[in-house]
């Protein structure tokens, strides 16, 4: 199979290319696909570990707080019982920590001092017994049992909500009472809403339903949805679409296991959310969040509320290099092949015109186009000045045997051998007397015009014309070729050459020309003859000899016919039954000694 070298261009550049480029691409790619997930994996990472962390630095003071003020109980610095002392010492551990709403003291008998802040400013200090609030009781019993501070559950007084921690109190090793305060939640939103950055929603959840923390919190109308009944409001009454999904989404399957779980609700949400515009339930999101049991048995979700455009800001970025970097290799490419188009293009020009010059056919070969390519151009030069040469060339040498022995090659045809071949002469009569009183250049325009005319009529029988001699030629058919009719084909072609000649004389040409022509067959020694800057495809032998003898007997029987074909019995032997052959005797010849029995081609037989 053969390839044209357009294709083997494209391919090889284009390849190569393709290879390089998207080897190049694809490894870039892949590491940016890589270093992307793993900047946006440590960025949810960062996210809710910034969160988580400044959730525990919000919460911690209040757990100082209360293991300050059990030290100094323990230490005697504090009395429980001195109740102008401990409200002085309570409210000021309340000044560096305004996330904590109050601090509450009670004995080992259940009575406690509550130091409040109130919502105005300032602080509020009021009595009562722990049996007063039911539903705080079993916390604090439980409490007096534990070793440290324990986290309880929401706790709401005087219209807020805190989440509390508490610690035992011992004095001499004995239980002395109880030391409690609260984070207020209000206070934890606005906390954990400051944490988020542009876009996202920070959260802090009791449990998976129950909410602690929440930018909704903050409007005013969130207080007076809860009661010591109901200290905290579900994930389905702060108005948020996405979050309200949380206990109901699953957990993503990440490809490895990372240190905060992922949820993706899927849009549409419907529903209103924070975004600007009202519509947050109508894009996508994603949830990340992180688990924690620092602040009691109930364990918090600690997370962010992601709209799907911020995280995919990254991607759509990687996305649009990775399409910028795919054009560019398609421009790549398509540049390749159109540079292997432009460079096969005058290889094919070259191609195509050796092709005209195997058919000999060079007057149809355009002058090929230079380049800008150096060594293309040249070849162009180069071979324009080559067909150029050719065309001189062919001048001299005939048409088709050029053509035949390029068919025939290093064949045997080209080889030097005997064969059986047909013999023609043709000349002139008179041409002497008749040229003397011409101008050298209308002799010369007279014989070209003839040998155009005996070029014609033999290559038309497949003859080969082998030479000019003055104003005669000679032809002989058989070779290259091998033609089994070669007699019959010799003798068409006199008879064509007769009457070419015959009608230009009807028609008045001038200078009025008469011809002889002879025909013989015979063996022959055929082949490249000469030497080996000089070869000559021709034939040697007696038949050539014996019929230039006859075609100088041509004149005894021209009389005043345009032409006159004599042809020897082997001839009419050989060409068949086709001919009309009128029979002219015997005729003794220079060099030989036996006489040739001459015959006159008439034409023919119709």
């Not at 030069?381 to 050719?390: K, Y």
């Not at 002219?584 to 037989?605: F, M, N, T, Y």
């Amino acid at each position: 199979m053969r390839l044209r070298i357009t294709i083997i261009l494209m391919v090889a550049i284009g390849g190569l290319i393709v290879v390089a480029v998207g080897t190049v691409l694809f490894v870039s790619a892949s590491a940016n696909v890589r270093n992307t997930l793993e900047l946006m994996r440590k960025r949810a990472e960062l996210t809710v570990s910034a969160v988580t962390a400044g959730v525990s630095d919000h919460m911690l003071p209040a757990e100082r707080l209360i293991a300050d003020i059990s030290g100094r109980i323990a230490r005697g610095e504090l009395d429980i019982n001195d109740k102008e002392r401990l409200v002085a010492t309570l409210s000021g551990a309340l000044a560096p920590a305004p996330q904590i709403g109050g601090v509450v003291v009670w004995d080992r008998d259940g009575n406690g001092v509550w130091v409040m802040r109130r919502p105005g400013g300032g602080i509020a200090v009021t009595t009562g017994r722990g049996a007063d609030h039911p539903e705080f009781a079993p916390f604090i019993a439980d409490v007096a049992k534990a070793k440290g501070a324990e986290w309880g559950p929401p706790f709401y007084r005087d219209g807020a909500t805190f989440v509390t921690v508490a610690m035992a109190a011992e004095r001499n090793g004995a239980y002395a009472g109880t030391v409690a305060t609260g984070v207020s939640l209000v206070e934890l939103s606005r906390f954990v809403g400051n944490l988020a950055e542009d876009g996202m929603t920070a959260f802090v959840l009791y449990g998976d339903d129950k909410v602690l923390a929440h930018p909704t919190m903050l409007d005013a109308a969130y207080s007076k949805r809860l009661s010591a009944e109901k200290p905290v409001l579900s994930i389905d009454e702060i108005g948020d679409p996405v979050l309200a999904r949380f206990p109901d989404l699953p957990v993503a399957d990440l490809p490895s296991k990372e240190e905060f779980d992922l949820r993706e609700p899927n849009r549409p949400m419907g529903g209103e959310g924070s975004r600007g515009d009202g519509r947050r339930g109508e894009t996508g999101h994603i949830i990340i969040s992180r688990a924690t049991d620092a602040f009691g048995t109930v364990p918090w979700q600690i997370g962010v509320v992601i709209p799907v455009d911020a995280v995919s800001q990254q991607m759509r970025r990687l996305i649009g290099s990775i399409v910028i970097s795919l054009g560019l290799f398609v421009v790549a490419v398509v540049i390749a092949l159109i540079l292997a188009r432009r460079i096969a293009r005058p290889i094919r020009a070259v191609s195509a015109a050796a092709e005209r010059i195997e058919h000999l056919e060079l007057d149809a070969i355009e002058p090929l186009k230079g380049s800008h390519i150096r060594e293309l151009d040249e070849q162009a030069r180069s071979f324009n000045r080559m067909v150029q040469g050719l065309r001189w060339f062919q001048t001299y040498v005939p048409h088709q045997l050029v053509a035949r022995l390029m068919e025939a090659a290093d064949g045997p045809a080209t080889h030097v051998h005997e064969a059986q071949l047909t013999v023609m002469f043709t000349d002139i009569v008179g041409f002497t007397p008749l040229s003397e009183d011409m101008p050298a250049a209308d002799v010369a325009e007279m014989l070209n015009r003839h040998f155009e005319m005996l070029n014609a009529c033999i290559e038309a029988e497949d003859g080969t014309l082998d030479k000019y001699i003055g104003d005669a030629t000679m032809a002989f058919w058989g070779a290259p070729e091998q033609i089994p009719d070669h007699a019959a084909r010799a003798c068409r072609a006199a008879l064509a050459i007769a009457r070419a000649v015959e009608a230009r004389e009807r028609t008045g040409g001038k200078p009025a020309v008469r011809i002889k022509i002879a025909l013989h067959t015979g063996p022959l020694i055929v082949g490249n003859i000469g030497a080996p800057s000089r070869m000559n495809y021709t034939v040697i032998g007696d038949t050539v000899n014996v019929c230039a003898r006859i075609e100088s007997l041509a004149g005894e029987f021209s009389g005043d016919r345009p032409a006159t074909i004599l042809v020897s019995s082997d001839v009419v032997r050989a060409a068949g039954d086709g001919f009309v052959f009128e029979p002219l005797g015997d005729r003794a010849v220079k060099g030989r000694v036996q006489s040739i029995e001459i015959w006159r081609l008439v034409g023919e037989v119709s």
